[in-house]
């Protein structure tokens, strides 16, 4: 993430009473993805986190993929 390393992330989301996954999987609600790239991703521009979440939701699960600058804006306004 942009914002900062994933630990400080998750400390902001947890302090806000959101609870953090360690996968993509039916129980989650939001995943969400940073705005720099990785040179992991399976695909130029998304990992297999986000196909798990695209396919999960074509199968009927609600799950919402959140930007890191909505995900911003939600958690400062």
Not at 16 to 28: A, F, P, Q, T, W
Not at 52 to 57: D, H, Q, S
Not at 67 to 73: A, L, P, S
Request: charged share 20%; proline share 1%; hydrophobic share 40%.
């Amino acid at each position: 993430m942009a914002f900062g390393p994933r630990r400080n992330c998750q400390v902001l989301v947890e302090e806000r009473g959101g609870l953090i996954g360690g996968g993509v999987s039916k129980k989650v609600h939001y995943l969400v993805v940073g705005s720099v790239g990785n040179k992991q991703w399976r695909h130029s521009t998304y990992g297999t986190k986000i196909m798990k979440a695209v396919e999960l939701r074509e199968a009927g699960a609600s799950i919402a993929i959140v930007g890191e600058d909505h995900w911003q804006r939600m958690l400062f306004g």
